[in-house]
């Protein structure tokens, strides 16, 4: 089991660096549910999308490197980087076209193959930092 909530995890990483938002049904279940929403998120697989856009408007270039990953049940634990050039508005923030490697630490619920819950956090200090808009820390 703990190879197939791999794999979807490994697929729902994929759909976010492609930014296929008409995949969306593909690597997340239909009542999904992101218990971190970035701030304005609608709930439910809307709000996955709708992160997802701002994401990517906000960096055209994200990437996503997996840097570990553990399984147990229905439940995988991974450490990633995003990585990427702020090139447009993101929560508020004008465009810095600087670069970012954000941590970010998910864990993902899996049912069906498909990513049922989200549980996660990032690091937003580092990120504001790397911006410029907060001081070296």
Do not use: C
Request: charge should be negative.
């Amino acid at each position: 089991m703990s190879e197939q909530t791999k794999a979807a995890v490994r697929r729902f990483l994929e759909f976010f660096d492609k930014g296929d938002l008409a995949r969306v049904s593909d690597v997340a279940t239909a009542d999904f549910v992101d218990h971190n929403p970035m701030p304005g998120q609608s709930a439910g697989i809307e709000g996955l999308k709708q992160m997802l856009a701002m994401a990517r408007a906000a960096f055209p270039d994200l990437h996503t490197t997996i840097e570990d990953m553990v399984a147990e049940g229905d439940k995988v634990a991974v450490m990633n980087t995003l990585h990427g050039t702020h090139k447009g508005e993101f929560m508020g923030i004008a465009p810095t076209n600087k670069k970012v490697a954000v941590t970010g630490i998910d864990i993902l619920r899996i049912a069906g193959g498909k990513v049922a819950e989200r549980w996660g956090y990032m690091d937003e200090s580092g990120m504001m930092r790397q911006l410029g808009i907060a001081p070296p820390g």
